[in-house]
């Protein structure tokens, strides 16, 4: 008879097999924040234990006055990348602080409902980190390939539904248009995040 803990526990495992046997692997997600709240939201999903990720760069920001700080920016707004298992990206998405997790459009196949969710490699988390954490010159970040003349969506939010065209995309935001003919057109500005091509 076993009477060790661990000796009993590797006599369960069938020969051959890793030790990670039933442990869901923990996979890169993306988490859709409120703009601004990226740093704030990281501190605490540490703190719960997680390990995350915003893509941030210290840059040198000049004041009106003339005087010179560095700070650090937010590259991508409104993400945060969370390292976890799909069974504690059910639990993180419940958190009042998180509006939900991004999906990968590219992904869907025909006749599925929901595309699923994206997923991150490692090496491009790696590669981002680095690349953010050694460039000496500001690094932007072309989230979508918003252009001039895009026919566009509201995806969320009070909006939700309107379509639009955009007229102009400036760090995170597009400007878009709603036409009513005879009239003219309705501008705003909005979150990139919050807007799909049609």
């Known amino acids: 008879m076993i009477t060790d803990p661990e000796k009993e526990c590797v006599a369960t495992v069938p020969s051959g097999v890793g030790d990670a046997v039933g442990v ?15 740093k704030a939201v990281q501190e605490r999903l540490e703190k719960l234990g997680y390990e995350t ?25 409104s993400l945060v990348f969370v390292k976890c298992t799909q069974k504690e990206r059910h639990e993180i998405v419940s958190l009042p602080y998180i509006k ?15 595309s699923p969710l994206a997923v991150i490699p490692q090496s491009q988390i790696d590669t981002l980190r680095y690349m953010l954490g050694q460039s000496d010159i500001p690094v932007s970040f072309a989230d979508r390939p918003l252009k001039f003349g895009d026919k566009v969506v509201v995806a969320r939010g009070s909006l939700k539904g309107i379509e ?30 919050e807007i799909e091509l049609k």
């Not at 939900?100 to 929901?114: I, N, P, Q």
């Not at 639009?164 to 995040?193: F, H, L, Y």
């Open 24 to 38: 869901e692997s923990r996979k890169w997600f993306v988490a859709i924040v409120n703009h601004n709240t990226e």
């Open 53 to 77: 990720y915003v893509a941030k760069q210290t840059v040198v920001r000049i004041w009106k006055n003339g005087r010179k700080a560095k700070v650090e920016k937010v590259i991508i707004p």
């Open 100 to 114: 939900r997790f991004m999906t990968d459009k590219a992904g869907v196949s025909r006749g599925s409902v929901s």
């Open 164 to 193: 639009g065209e955009v007229i102009q995309v400036t760090e995170g935001k597009a400007e878009i248009v709603v036409r009513v003919d005879m009239i003219g057109v309705a501008k705003m500005t909005i979150n990139a995040s």
